[in-house]
Every structure is written in structure tokens, then in C-alpha cells.
């Protein structure tokens, strides 16, 4: 149970997060937000304010955004549909309701032959089931939609669409949730740090030498800082690390920088067996800081490490083969988390870091659907000077999405061989 409790809430923070980067620059670039929701399913509650529409959802599975004019936006109302209209002193249609779980004894039931809820904001219809008369009604342009499941959203006319801003903000609004993912996952790292009292300052000086270690022994002491390893300079904590964890039962020649004096050490890590995977540990800790400038730092250290890890493994599976091992889906991520419930709140904090950085990452994989193929399209369209052609923009995303289904059932069943029967 802790760990399904732990996955949701680590998973939601992290769509939540990355969806409400792009409401926000939405807004802020005059795009209408028609709704945005924490969670998904069926409505549990909602409540409208400054044109969009705020619902909490009965699954707990991260949460959704709806531009106006995006893909993803359904506004359209088919010939044939029963609605209700709802009138202002003017006769013009402030609020369309649709769904037969509301009603008002003040609207005009009619069935609608044609709407277009988009330019020129009218409806046409057989009023009270009248079908001699086609009447017309003009819509506000900030009328309300009542939808099947009674959620209220604005409709979606031509001048608040996304369409309608430059491709200027239009990148910035698809940019902004991964770059919501990149500061999150600072921040969740600066809290674990401050929270750990102390950490590695992330230099090539040593620290704490564990005892009758491979290190202890080759003479290496705290404050001594290894500037190379087999000639490779080594100025970080992690370029330090890699090369030793590389290098199991190999003699390697350390350069070392022990007060003002510069001297050659020879060592051979010891070989450690983790998850199939051979390691060479040399028994060295790294220096330590307890500052809170120290810590800050840290969560910028630790965010571009894991980032530098995630492009590097992105790398190799361009040139080294792809291999769907690789790729983990959500129950590859419950997995993961579930192990990492056990370890403690610090761990669940940087495991968040490291999730929200990959989210972040893979999103701006210039892949149709993804945000990074939103902006590939846009700077595509920025170089032409010219709106992409509608109907090539919609093929492309769909090949797109359907590249990303295929891809996500894939790997989906591959975690659950891998995880659950194996």
C-alpha cells in the first residue's frame, strides 16, 4: 500500500507540475485554458473562475490541460444534438447545455442542425421539437458549454485559440511544461539536500576513507584531490566515480594532489556485483558540505548530473542499438518506486528529482505528440514565415501518437515480464 500511495502522489506531482507550466504560459500568452484538471476520469467536483474551468477527477493519475485549439480540444457540437439554450436580455446564447444530468427551467430546449462555436458564433435549430422552423441564436463570445458529464467550460472562438498567438508564445507555452519538470527537479533536490544535514560538494577531493579499503591501503587521505585516473582528468565527484565504478579488478594509476605535493598512486578496485552489473569501489567518500549555499549548489549538481546521465543513455541507444530494456513505462516506474518507498523520505525525494529530469528530457524529444515535436513544428513553421497546413500538421500527429502507443505497449508488457513474471 505504501508504495501505490507513493507512486501516486510522486507521479501526479510530476504531470501536475509539468501541465500546469503550460496553463500558466498559456495564460499568459492569451491562449484560453477551457479546463484543467488534477486527475482523470469521471468529475468529482468543479469550479469555474476567469474562464477556465478547475476539476478534481476521480483517478489520481496526474492531470490534464485543455487549450483552445489544440489537438486534444473536442468543441464541436454534431447536427442532431438536444441542448438547452440559456439567453441574456439580448437574445444572444450565454451558456449550451448538453448533458442531461442539468437542467434550467429558464433555457429553450432545442435541437441543433449547425454550430459553429469558432467564427461565427452562431447555432441553428428546431426549437421545442418544432422542425417546420430552423431558428438562429448568436453566442456570446464568452458563452459556456455544459458538457455530457455536467463539466461547465467556456467555448473556444477563433481569437483565444492557439493558433491564433504568435509561434513565439506558442513555443514558449509548449516549452514551458518540461521547463517546469527542470526546476522541479532542482528543487526537490535542494530539499532532500537541506534535509540531509550534509553533502558531497560534488569536487575531486576526497573526503571520509573507509577503513582497511583498497584506498586506505594505497595511502589515499581525506583532502587529497585525484586529478586524473589512467591520465583521464577527473575534475568532479562523478567523472571521479565513473572511472573507478568502470574499472572493476583493473590496475589503474590515480595522479594525486596531497597538500602542495603531486604524486602517482597505483590502485585496483575491488570487484561489487549490483543488479547483474560488475562495479569497482575503491572505498572513498566525498568531501562534504553542511552550508546551505553548499546544499543549493548541490541541487543544481545533482539536477545536471542526472541530466548529463539521461542524455548519455539517450546517446547510447541511438548509437549503440536501441534495446527496449532501456525504457521503463509506469509499471517499470512502480517498480522502481516501490523499492525506493522502503529507503525512506530523502530517497523519495531525489527519486522524484530524477523522474521530474527525465520527464522533462523525453518530452523534448522532437517526436510528433511530444512537446518536443510541437516545437520542432513550430520552429518549422518560424522558418517558413507560414502556418504549417492544417491537414499535414494533423497527419504527422497522428503518426506521432501512433508511434507512441505502440512504443508504450511495448515496453509496458516488457516491464511486466521483466518485473512481475520474469
Known amino acids: ?31 484560453l485554458v477551457r479546463e484543467f484538471s488534477v486527475g482523470m476520469g469521471p468529475k468529482i467536483v468543479a469550479y469555474r473562475k476567469n474562464h477556465t474551468t478547475y476539476t478534481l477527477r476521480l483517478l489520481p493519475l496526474g492531470g490534464y490541460v485543455r487549450m483552445a485549439g489544440a489537438q486534444e480540444d473536442d468543441s464541436e457540437i454534431q447536427p442532431g444534438t438536444m441542448a438547452s439554450l440559456v439567453l441574456n436580455d439580448d437574445n444572444k446564447v450565454t451558456k449550451i447545455i448538453t448533458s442531461s444530468k442539468v437542467y434550467d427551467a429558464n433555457a429553450v430546449p432545442v ?9 461565427d458564433l452562431v447555432i441553428e435549430g428546431y426549437e421545442n421539437g418544432d422542425e417546420t422552423v430552423t431558428k438562429k441564436y448568436s453566442v456570446d463570445h464568452d458563452a459556456t458549454i455544459v458538457e455530457e458529464d455536467g463539466t461547465e467550460v467556456q467555448i473556444a472562438p477563433r481569437d483565444v485559440q492557439l493558433q491564433s498567438v ?21 528543487v526537490a533536490a535542494i530539499l532532500a539536500a537541506f534535509m540531509m544535514g550534509s553533502v558531497g560538494t560534488g569536487t ?3 573526503g571520509q576513507i573507509q577503513k582497511n579499503s583498497v584506498a586506505q591501503k594505497a595511502g589515499l587521505k581525506a583532502n587529497d584531490k585525484i586529478l586524473s585516473v589512467n591520465n583521464v582528468k577527473t575534475n568532479s565527484w562523478t567523472e571521479l566515480s565513473e572511472q573507478i565504478q568502470n574499472n572493476p579488478g583493473k590496475k589503474l594509476t590515480l595522479k594525486v594532489q596531497s597538500a602542495k605535493e603531486t604524486k602517482q598512486v597505483k590502485v585496483t578496485p575491488k570487484t561489487v556485483k549490483s543488479s547483474g552489473q560488475k562495479y569497482g569501489l575503491i572505498g572513498i567518500m566525498p568531501k562534504m558540505d553542511s552550508s546551505a549555499m553548499g546544499k543549493i549548489k548541490y541541487g543544481f549538481t545533482y539536477s545536471w548530473s542526472t541530466s548529463l546521465t539521461i542524455f548519455h543513455a539517450l546517446g547510447k541507444m541511438v548509437s549503440g542499438g536501441f534495446n527496449i530494456n532501456q525504457l521503463s513505462g509506469p509499471v517499470g ?28 528530457i523525453v518530452n523534448l524529444i522532437p517526436i510528433p505528440a511530444l512537446d518536443g515535436g510541437k516545437i520542432l513544428l513550430n520552429i518549422v ?25 505502440l512504443l508504450m505497449v511495448a515496453v509496458t508488457w516488457n516491464d511486466i515480464q521483466r518485473f512481475f513474471i520474469k
Open 381 to 405: 513553421e518560424a522558418i517558413r514565415r507560414k502556418p504549417i497546413p492544417e491537414q499535414y500538421e494533423n497527419v504527422i500527429t497522428l503518426i506521432g501518437v501512433g508511434i507512441l502507443v
Open 333 to 360: 516506474i512502480y517498480s522502481m518506486t516501490s523499492k525506493v518507498a522502503s529507503t525512506g523520505i530523502i530517497n523519495i525525494i531525489f527519486f522524484t528529482s530524477m523522474l521530474s529530469m527525465n520527464l522533462g
Open 166 to 186: 504568435s509561434v513565439w508564445k506558442r513555443m514558449i507555452t509548449n516549452f514551458a511544461g518540461p521547463f517546469n519538470n527542470f526546476i522541479l527537479a532542482i
Open 204 to 206: 575531486n577531493q576526497l
Open 111 to 119: 435541437q441543433i442542425s449547425k454550430a459553429d462555436l469558432v467564427d
Open 1 to 31: 500500500m505504501t508504495a501505490i500511495i507513493t507512486f501516486i502522489i510522486v507521479f501526479g506531482i510530476l504531470v501536475i507540475v509539468h501541465e500546469f507550466g503550460h496553463y500558466y504560459a498559456a495564460k499568459k500568452s492569451g491562449i
